[in-house]
Every structure is written in structure tokens, then in C-alpha cells.
């Protein structure tokens, strides 16, 4: 069975500063791997995905994740870090070789930005 | 294209009674899964349907069960209600089943108190 891990649940970053939130996974095999963000009082956003290929992921909003199979992690970063980044984001996996897409999802981190 | 839509967005029920969610996935999906997300937790796979047959079931009892309509849409049904069943429920659309890197598609959540 897989597991996903995010380290801290709350950080705080200052406005303009780097963005840095950590994931690893615990799996057999090499999984999918999403990052998805939840705005109060609403659903989850994708902001990137890993399936195969380059292990440098770029997604939404000026986010970017990279793969490290061997530490199997997946961390998020952003360069700067904006006031509408303020959110819960949540690291999952789901299986290459599952049917559908089944997500393990971690705790979350929420991020709280100051100005 | 419509999004996913789930009714309602928030009840309140009594322990021991029954509710039904409901989810109408997003157009063009046939496939809708149901999380659980506990206060400040990450959502918990609940179980998949794909062309109204159950697909995959995480780690919840009976009492928590699931249609799919030949339109795609959905319920979720929980009898028996406890008070740890006090969440949000998150129904999320996909465009295909047995592909774990599909992207999956969130609605808003129904927030479910039980007292």
C-alpha cells in the first residue's frame, strides 16, 4: 500500500519569498504523483502532475514540482511566494498499474502568507 | 462545460440518521470517486464507480455505499450516521477509468455535521 508524507503542516512565508513544501511517498513501485490546492471553502485545484518524462514539472500559477525517485519525494516550490497563495495544498499518488485514479492523498500544509 | 456540482453544500444530521449526497460529474466524465476529508486532514478515497459499477473501495464500512446513474451522476449514501462522520465530502470527475494519471476534477464539497 502507498503513503503519502508532507512535512509540516503550516508554514508561513513572507510575500516575494521562496515557497518550499515537502512531500515524500512510500510505494513499491514509482506512482503518479499530483500536487492539488484547496482555497477555503472549496474543492481541490490541480496545480501540477508527474506521470513520466521529465522529472521537472511546471504547473499552474508559477508552481513547480520535481520528482527524486531516489528519495522518493516530489517537493513544491515557488520562487515568490504571493498573497493568493494562501491555501492548504495537498501531495498525492495514485498507481500506474491501478484501474482508475484512486488518490492517497498526504495531511496537507497550509501556507499563510504575510505581507 | 459544466463543472462538478454537489448538493448540498452543507447539512446537519443526527446520529443514527441516514443522508444522501449528491454529485453530477463533469460533462464528458464517466467516472466519479468519493473522498472523506476530516477536519484538517487530507481527503480518504471512499470508492470509485465507472459506468455504474463500484470500482475500487477504500477503508470504510458498509454503511457507506454509492450509485452512479447511466448520466454519470452520483450519490453517496451513509446510514447510521456517527458522530466521526462529520465531514467534507468531496466528489471528484475523471474522463476515463484505468489510467492512473487522469487528471481528477473536484467539486465544491458538502459539509456534513452530525450531532
Known amino acids: 500500500a502507498q503513503s503519502v508524507t508532507q512535512l509540516g503542516s503550516h508554514v508561513s512565508v513572507s510575500e516575494g519569498a521562496l515557497v518550499l513544501l515537502r512531500c515524500n511517498y512510500s510505494?513499491?513501485?514509482?506512482?503518479?504523483l499530483f500536487w492539488y490546492v484547496q482555497y477555503p471553502n472549496q474543492g481541490l485545484q490541480l496545480l501540477l502532475k508527474?506521470?513520466?518524462?521529465?522529472?521537472l514539472v511546471k504547473g499552474i500559477n508559477g508552481f513547480e514540482a520535481e520528482f527524486k525517485k531516489s528519495e522518493t519525494s516530489f517537493h513544491l516550490t515557488k520562487p515568490s511566494a504571493h498573497m493568493s497563495d494562501a491555501a492548504e495544498y495537498f501531495c498525492?499518488?495514485?498507481?500506474?498499474?491501478?484501474?482508475?485514479?484512486?488518490?492517497?492523498f498526504g495531511g496537507g500544509t497550509r501556507v499563510l502568507v504575510k505581507p | 462545460e459544466t463543472g462538478v456540482t454537489q448538493s448540498p453544500t452543507h447539512l446537519i444530521k443526527t446520529r443514527g440518521q441516514q443522508v444522501t449526497l449528491r454529485c453530477s460529474s463533469q460533462?464528458?466524465?464517466?467516472?466519479v470517486s468519493w473522498y472523506q476529508q476530516a477536519l484538517g486532514q487530507g481527503p480518504q478515497f471512499i470508492f470509485q464507480?465507472?459506468?455504474?459499477?463500484?470500482?475500487g473501495r477504500g477503508n470504510f464500512p458498509p454503511r457507506f455505499s454509492g450509485l452512479q446513474f447511466p448520466n454519470y451522476s452520483s450519490e453517496l449514501n451513509v446510514n447510521a450516521l456517527e458522530l466521526d462522520d462529520s465531514a467534507l465530502y468531496l466528489c471528484?470527475?475523471?474522463?476515463?477509468?484505468?489510467?492512473?494519471?487522469?487528471?481528477?476534477?473536484f467539486g465544491q464539497g458538502t459539509r456534513l455535521t452530525v450531532v
Open positions: 471528484a470527475s475523471s474522463s476515463r477509468q484505468g489510467a492512473g494519471n487522469t487528471e481528477a476534477f
Open positions: 510505494s513499491s513501485v514509482p506512482p503518479y
Open positions: 508527474y506521470t513520466t518524462g521529465a522529472t
Open positions: 498525492a499518488v495514485s498507481m500506474i498499474k491501478a484501474a482508475g485514479n484512486k488518490l492517497t
Open positions: 460533462s464528458g466524465h464517466n467516472t
Open positions: 464507480y465507472y459506468r455504474e459499477e463500484e470500482n
